[in-house]
């Protein structure tokens, strides 16, 4: 191939790649660090201090101290006691400054080694700040973004050569560089697990809220159309019968009234643009049907006493949605039951539900099925009531609902 041939093809090849090449690359890596650098601190907050903390705290003083004392290959006792102990107590700090104490301690650190430069025989470092393997797992839980970049800056100057052989060195930076990423990587895993059940939880609790907002929005509307037919009968007979107006006029005031009690429940429930359900709301009574339509094993009983009669629709919509979501939970999750028992009783306060199964309790999955007991607690919490929901003290898992008749959340 000639010499102008093969120019020839290397401008058309360059031209092919920088076609290929996506310009907004560069943009894309730039968005992505300055994200990582504004990252916030990890929610809910940390705690300043738990048991553990001392638990780990009590033994590593008195281990530093006899270190200094008994080593023989240490270098510059004093200068290992001054450079170790006080570090081992920025351990009580590592969650609310995790990056202070990560400059402190592995400043300290690095000092320690650093003696050898200074003519000491030996490291100054004691084996009792081994502890400092935390940092790393305590930096990426619970740090900013910014504090996790400039740690981990920290933690790999702190093992720059200090004085041995360039080869050595290296490959003692790369090994302390992966030893100190593992604990970084588990603390990153973790948080943003328990971040992903924080938003989990929060899409479970909307769904719940949109849920219970269509119902009521069904009850309102039923409330509306009420009033408004007898306006319009009202207003048709008033000029020939008042007394008959005047009853009108009085079931329009109850009705409304009723509507104002449903309309401050809705307060605080969220509610998606869709449209409300047009299927019929179900109640107390459709608990036995229900029990019916699941059928099979395990056997559902359900017991219906108290005074259940003139219950807020929202009220009745709650107890049904609560049997149902716990005799599936039972149905699906009891392990070797081979009975489920549903109690519905009412007084002049309260509706109170239980739902009790006979099988081997298995509270995660029990906890994690359909909306779970959190969208249940939530349903519950919206209407001013209550839901408790654990193991048996021999076999089974009971779930109990209380619900005012009357009252409503502020």
Known sequence: MSAGRLAEWRTVLSADLRSRADPYDGEMVRDTVRQVWAEPRATPP????????WVLLGPLVPVAVLEVVLRHDLGWP?????????????????????????????????????????????????????????????????????????????????????????????????????????????GLAVRYRITYRIRETDQIKLHEREQLARELHDTV?????????????????????????????????????????EMR??????????GAALAPQRGVADITKLARAIGGSPHIAVQLSGGLDDLRPSVEAAVYRLAQESITNAVRHARHATRIDVLVAGDDDAIRLTVQDDGDPNPSAAATAGFGLVGMSERAKLLGGTLHAGPNKGRGWTITAVLPRDEVPA
């Open 46 to 53: 940390p705690p300043a201090r738990v048991w553990t903390d």
């Open 78 to 186: 004093v200068v290992a006691f001054i450079l170790g102990v006080p570090s081992i107590f920025a351990l009580l700090w590592r969650r609310t400054h995790p990056l202070t104490v990560v400059v402190i301690v592995f400043a300290c650190h690095g000092a320690s080694e650093a003696v050898v430069l200074l003519g000491a025989e030996h490291s100054a470092m004691l084996y009792a700040t081994a502890w400092l393997l935390i940092l790393p797992y305590s930096l990426f839980r619970w740090g900013s973004g910014r504090e996790c970049i400039l740690g981990l800056a920290v933690m790999m100057l702190a093992h720059v050569p200090n004085g041995s052989g360039a080869v050595n060195s290296l490959v003692e930076v790369i090994a302390a560089s992966v030893f100190l990423l593992f604990p970084a990587a588990v």
């Open 221 to 261: 509307a039923h409330h509306v159309s009420a009033i408004i037919i007898q306006a319009q009968a009202g207003r048709t007979v008033a000029p020939t019968d008042p007394k008959a107006a005047a009853r009108v006029l009085e079931v329009i005031e109850a009705e409304a009234s009723r509507t104002l009690t």
């Open 265 to 274: 429940i809705m307060v605080g429930a969220l509610r998606d643009g869709g």
